[in-house]
Antibody
Framework: EVQLVQSGAEVKKPGESLKISCKGSGYSFTSYWIGWVRQMPGKGLEWMGIIYPGDSDTRYSPSFQGQVTISADKSISTAYLQWSSLKASDTAMYYC??????????????WGQGTMVTVSS | EIVLTQSPATLSLSPGERATLSCRASQSVSSYLAWYQQKPGQAPRLLIYDASNRATGIPARFSGSGSGTDFTLTISSLEPEDFAVYYCQQRSNFYTFGQGTKLEIK
């Protein structure tokens, strides 16, 4: 079964760093782009960026460029989303997602379960 | 950045009725438009890709149409499980999502 399994909920203080993960299984991890999507409480979906684990080619939404870092470790089939200094406004649910077609930046048909990040002093 | 505008923001209908949801792009996205359904506490679910293709396992009552800047998601006869929030998404230039349409029970 093709799955994306995300790391658990996090509670952090402003200024702290954080790295959340998304582990792929049941498919060739290096052959599919993986995207990250933010959903702030009660709000809509926002595309953050996307990475191709095969060569670590990474693209960011202009809204998130410089605010987060997307990476991947293909040896353990895991993609990451990290912050160097969290803000309260980073409080949100974060989803990773994968398109159905290898090597294509397509719509996302496989989604992780989401990681809730809460930033509060 | 391509902006997607969905209308209406909220749609109130009864089971069995037909639902028509719209998504307008600020510039042409060709046919690179997808529709997702999201229920509370769940990840989004892909319904339609490339404007008119149903994703695997999606019932035939869901259909998509349009190209360029104007797109429509139609649910031919609403089932109780269809009441949710629907988002459009373009992949013509990076990705962006619309702000969502909430389909609620009347």
């Amino acid at each position: 079964e093709v799955q994306l399994v995300q790391s658990g909920a996090e509670v952090k203080k402003p200024g702290e760093s954080l790295k959340i993960s998304c582990k792929g299984s049941g498919y060739s991890f290096t052959s599919y782009w993986i995207g990250w999507v933010r959903q702030m409480p009660g709000k809509g979906l926002e595309w953050m960026g996307i990475i191709y684990p095969g060569d670590s080619d990474t693209r960011y939404s202009p809204s998130f460029q410089g605010q987060v870092t997307i990476s991947a470790d293909k040896s353990i089939s895991t993609a990451y989303l990290q912050w160097s200094s969290l803000k309260a406004s980073d409080t949100a649910m974060y989803y990773c997602a994968r398109p159905p077609v290898p090597a294509a930046q397509d719509a996302f048909d496989i989604w992780g379960q989401g990681t809730m990040v809460t930033v509060s002093s | 950045e391509i902006v997607l505008t969905q209308s209406p923001a909220t749609l109130s209908l009864s089971p069995g009725e037909r639902a028509t949801l719209s998504c307008r792009a600020s510039q042409s996205v060709s046919s690179y438009l997808a529709w997702y359904q999201q229920k509370p506490g769940q990840a989004p679910r892909l319904l339609i890709y490339d404007a008119s293709n149903r994703a695997t396992g999606i019932p035939a009552r869901f259909s998509g149409s349009g190209s360029g800047t104007d797109f429509t998601l139609t649910i031919s006869s609403l089932e109780p499980e269809d009441f949710a929030v629907y988002y459009c998404q373009q992949r013509s230039n990076f990705y962006t999502f619309g702000q969502g349409t909430k389909l609620e029970i009347k």
